[in-house]
């Protein structure tokens, strides 16, 4: 069964730092996922998505994530954070159906100025 | 384009009452979406539809009904309000018939039900 596990609930990073945010999932064929961020009580953006065609995804507002079928891993990376980026970070895979994804249960990203 | 619209922003029922979530869209999306979102649980699916006249159940469909008589709206009618059902409502689209494609989000409707 397909699943996505966020490693953190919580990341705090001063600003012009790095920022991670972890992200494992499952699938039992080649997985369709996604980054979305939510701003503080606002609606769901995309940051970027991967579909096999790189492994490296570059996203909006400087964001990247790399694929790693050997770690089942597709973490969120950043080379250095603004406060601007202070959200929750959803971590999202397709299922079994072309029709439904699964959420990972978010991480929150804290910079601190 | 006004994108995804949902309405109400904020709601208050009580239990055992019924009500009408709306959603529309004006980017002629085939697929539609409606996800809760409660703390520390990420979005789960309730029910989505491919097309106009085709539905059905996501992971948490109990409790609610929904139609898509048009390509345009998608409501979301919660049957016999019970506080479980207190949570965030997102409706969302995307192009073409699966969710391998951006979705787009309306912003979202807080319930309580007391």
């Known amino acids: ?113 | 384009n006004a994108g995804v619209t949902q309405t109400p922003k904020f709601q208050v029922l009580k239990t055992g009452q019924s009500m009408t979530l709306q959603c529309a869209q004006d980017m002629n999306h085939e697929y539609m979406s409606w996800y809760r979102q409660d703390p520390g649980m990420g979005l789960r699916l309730i029910h989505y539809s491919v097309g106009a006249g085709i539905t059905d159940q996501g992971e948490v469909p109990n409790g609610y009904n929904v139609s898509r008589s048009t390509t345009e709206d998608f409501p979301l009618r919660l049957l016999l309000a019970a506080p479980s059902q207190t949570s965030v409502y997102f409706c969302a689209s995307s192009y073409g018939q699966g969710s391998y494609n951006e979705q787009f989000f309306g912003p979202g409707t807080r319930l309580t039900v007391l």
């Open chain 1, 1 to 113: 069964a397909q699943s996505v596990t966020q490693l953190d609930s919580h990341v705090s990073v001063s600003e012009g730092t790095p920022v991670l945010l972890r992200c494992n999932y499952s699938s039992s064929y080649s997985p369709s996922l996604f980054w979305y961020v939510q701003h503080p009580n606002k609606g769901l953006q995309l940051l970027l998505k991967y579909t096999s065609a790189a492994t490296l995804v570059k996203g909006i507002n400087g964001f990247e994530a790399e694929f790693k079928k050997s770690e089942t891993s597709f973490h969120l990376t950043k080379p250095s954070a603004h406060m601007s980026d202070a959200a929750e970070y959803f971590c999202v895979n397709r299922m079994d159906s072309n029709y439904q994804l699964i959420w990972g249960a978010g991480t929150k990203l804290i910079i601190k100025p």
